[in-house]
């Protein structure tokens, strides 16, 4: 366990930064893995060895920030992709600013401005509600391309891209044959949360007769003689030579005094010499020729080339090896890993071998499964996962009462409605000219819009699987039925309504103000993998996302969990800095950190915070 003496505010910002690098991959191409915990229990996630590595390996802060990223995973269903990003630009901006002023004026500024946008956020997002919500009213119920996106996006964060499609073809073909109309958005989603149970019952069957594969998946190729073990060490091989039709392999020059080329002799007797050290598999992501690989063969050795780098990385990390750089180096004990079988799997049309290892870590199985097959704690699991998709489908149709009502009281919202003139009574705030437009323009569906809200409450209740919303509806464009973002607008909105609120108050939170607009815009970058100098600002990001608006057709976000969002990561930064104080001030008294607990420890992850600092302090505070 680690032992934290001293945390500055850089330092924060850097353990941030290396939790999050594991990012970059999830927002790539890269395809999901599951791994199976020591606990037995399934995680879905990209990059899973190395997630689950910080677990033992991590810093009692990293422990605080994926606690708090779990809890909003929880809360809403969305992914924690966007909230560690967009917590580590944050912490990026904030460690920078240490270095135009002392650390304590940095922390004064940041946690009095972070106080006062926390008070300003319920306003803030009902704006950006209330605005978003009048164009989605008069044109989200004609996209018939959102309904599938929308179920594109709950698979797309809990599986690879191939089961993503499979499952998701499924939904909607269940649906379409279910719903004459599919472009009646609001309806197909009503049938999906009326018939969860069914949904997920017919959704899991293409996987029904599918094996649990325990163990590292690799591709290799159906028509090379690959002889399967049951034992043995294994070498990850970096350093392969090039071949020639007569199996002459010139070396790398920087490799030593070698010859110019080895005969097939030579790679003869070094394949019996790791046969003799009980070497039975080479692991490579380079190609073996055809030549080099027979050779191996009889030699007793089996060769699986061109395997994924993000999967040898796995490997490497797991089974705790390093790389056997070239044929001509020497053999030691780290770069041998032990193995349990290697065996072929066939799944759909395609072959696989499974490579079972050995249990060399006690914080994590090597197990990386891509089909679940339906045993009772998988299928319980992927069960919870639809549960977690649903409520992300319920912030779609009708926003929680009880959040309301936490919202109302905390701003006062309760009072606050749209008027004909387009002002948004009860604040300083205006809705845009736009806003007014598409209200007015969306004024003959508002009839058929109300009778479809109605039924839809009643038949969420009826179905007992929500608690009936009690909040009348008075207007459409005050409802958030339907309100959404395609992916990365929500950044730009946020941009916005932030700025348009602080228009004359920009001296209240005008740090905090620069360090988000440009968190948010790097994050916007990074979801889109575009430059950052290819974007150009733009005050109105109603026009920004027209001109974008044929690039994110698909997957699409809820508007409603992106204040939980905001909220949730402004609590934790202004808990990992107010933890920096105490530490820095290096008050070691069990009891001062009992009592300070409890005057800033206020939302779920607080248990946490409180946890981690008594148990990897308690030596230093004796």
Sequence with gaps: MVSVQYLSLEKIASVCDGLSSWVEGIVGQHSLVMAVSSTGRVTFTKAASRVLAFAEQGHPVEKV????????????????????????????????????????????????????LQSSLPVIFANIRNT???????SFHSLSKESEGLVSTFFSTKFSDIVSKRLTQLICDLLSGSISDSVRVIDSLTYLILNFDVLCSK???????????????????????VRFLEGGCFVVLHGIPQKSNNIVLSMDVETGPYPAALSSKCFEDKFKYLKSQEVSLILTTDAFSDALESLCIRCGIVVISRIAKEVMDNILDVCNITPFDHLQDSLVAKNLARFETLESKVIGQVSFVCLKTTNTKEFILPHHIILCAPVEEIWEDYHSECINCLKTVRQWLDYPAKHLKLRNKQSNISS?????????????????????????????????????????????????VFEHCTTSVKDASTCVLGVAYPAGVFEIAFKAALADYCDGKCSSISTLRDVLDSALLTVLCKIWGTPLSNFKEVN????????IKHKTIVPIE??????????????????????????????????????SSQSFYTNESSPL??????????????
């Design 203 to 225: 959704a899991i069957s293409p996987l029904r007769e599918s094996a649990v594969l325990k163990g590292f998946v690799l591709h290799y190729n159906p028509s090379s003689s």
């Design 416 to 464: 606050h409605s749209i008027s004909p003139s387009g002002a948004y009574s009860g604040s300083q705030l205006l809705v845009s000219k736009h806003t007014a437009d598409c209200k007015n323009k969306g004024s003959e569906r508002e009839t058929e819009f109300q009778s479809k809200l109605q039924v839809l409450k009643c038949a969420l209740s009826d179905a007992g």
């Design 65 to 116: 920030i994926m606690k708090s990223a779990s809890l909003h995973t929880e809360a809403t269903g969305d992914g924690c992709e966007v909230f560690l990003l967009l917590l580590r630009e944050i912490l990026r901006g904030v460690g920078a600013l240490v270095r135009t002023s002392s650390e304590a004026e940095v922390r004064g500024t940041v946690l009095r401005e972070i106080s006062f």
């Design 132 to 138: 978003f919500a009048c164009s989605s009213c008069a």
């Design 609 to 622: 915070l409180y946890f981690v600092f008594q148990k990897d302090l308690s030596h230093e505070m004796a």
């Design 558 to 595: 809820p508007a409603s969990s992106k204040e939980l969002l905001v909220g949730r990561i402004l609590l934790l930064v202004q808990q990992l800095i107010r933890m920096d104080a105490i530490l820095s001030a290096r008050i070691w008294n069990r009891h001062y950190l009992v009592k």
């Design 540 to 547: 109105n990001y109603v026009e920004f996302f027209k001109k």
